[in-house]
């Protein structure tokens, strides 16, 4: 992340999680993922079947809120309405390399997100910092100021973090990820895939429902079914940023019925 980062408040700084990690199967996974042995039993382990109702409560509870926030509301959807390229800062070409198979890996499995890399700062709307653990606290302090970084430290005490700032219309205009690259593959990948994907607009953290990777009492490392049904909620064109919770209620049957499809047919499940 360059020093020249707005200091426009984000909306939420997310704590994540630390674990063991689990595998999304087949395509732009992370390589390494295989030589980790948590990998195979949390993916049969895996909850894949929902009712509409326990998809429904986790993209509210999800989509609307934020864990820790600066300014701003946040009863409304939050979300990126145009492409979003992401660019990775780091020298440790080994991590850049898992992030861009993770990114890969979201654009294939969300159907209305248009998501990629980019070479360029100047060319990306969501910036990713790859710092080392002992560097953290002043890369925060770097971006929010040492006061709020305190705050941040003694609220929260992150191993990693996400923020958006987003326009009167709620659409998000730019996010910031950081992640530490020297705390081991569990870590870095749980991170990146948790940290990516909220600052895509789902960024508040329950701990009252149990599938989902934004819940400080669960780790996954991979793009679970359950998140990929409520990044495919957000991301459907039918649903705004903007929109209220009713809004999206008048709507949610048809997309849901349109998700389903999708999921289903991105993971090869049964009926």
Same mark, same amino acid.
């Given at each position: 992340?360059?020093?020249?980062?707005?200091?426009?408040?984000v909306t939420r700084i997310a704590l994540?999680?630390?674990a063991a990690l689990a595998f999304v199967g087949d395509i732009a996974t992370i390589a390494a993922a295989a030589e980790l042995p948590a990998i195979a039993s949390r993916q049969r382990a895996e909850k894949k079947s929902f009712t509409d109702a326990e998809i429904v409560e986790g993209f509210f509870k999800t989509a609307f809120g934020a864990e820790y926030h600066l300014a701003g509301r946040v009863d409304r959807i939050r979300k990126f309405d145009?492409?979003?390229r992401v660019y990775a800062e780091s020298?440790? +070409?080994d991590r850049k390399a898992q992030l861009a198979r993770i990114v890969d890996d !979201?654009?294939?499995?969300? $159907?209305?997100?248009d998501i990629a890399m980019t070479d360029t700062s100047e060319a990306a709307n969501v910036r990713v910092k790859l710092v080392r653990d002992r560097d953290l606290y002043r890369t925060i302090a770097s971006f929010y100021g040492a006061e709020k970084a305190r705050e941040i430290r003694s609220s929260l005490d992150p191993q990693c973090l996400s923020g958006f700032r987003k326009n009167d219309n709620y659409e998000i205009e730019h996010s910031d990820? !950081?992640? *530490?690259?020297?705390?081991?593959d569990f870590t870095f990948l749980d991170c990146a895939y948790e940290e990516v994907l909220q600052s895509l607009g789902p960024i508040n953290d329950t701990a009252s429902v149990p599938w989902t990777m934004f819940n400080d009492n669960v780790s996954m490392g991979y793009f679970d079914v359950y998140d990929q049904y409520i990044l495919n909620l957000l991301y459907d064109p039918r649903i705004k940023?903007?929109? *209220?919770? $009713?809004?999206?209620? +008048?709507?949610?049957?048809g997309v849901l +019925?349109?998700?389903? +499809?999708?999921v289903r047919q991105v993971n090869d499940l049964k009926e």
């Open positions: 992340m360059s020093a020249s980062v707005p200091p426009s408040p994540v999680a630390l145009g492409p979003v020298d440790r +070409a !979201i654009g294939a499995r969300v $159907q209305h997100l990820v !950081i992640l *530490t690259v020297d705390n081991g940023p903007g929109m *209220t919770v $009713q809004e999206v209620k +008048a709507l949610l049957p +019925a349109d998700v389903r +499809a999708w």
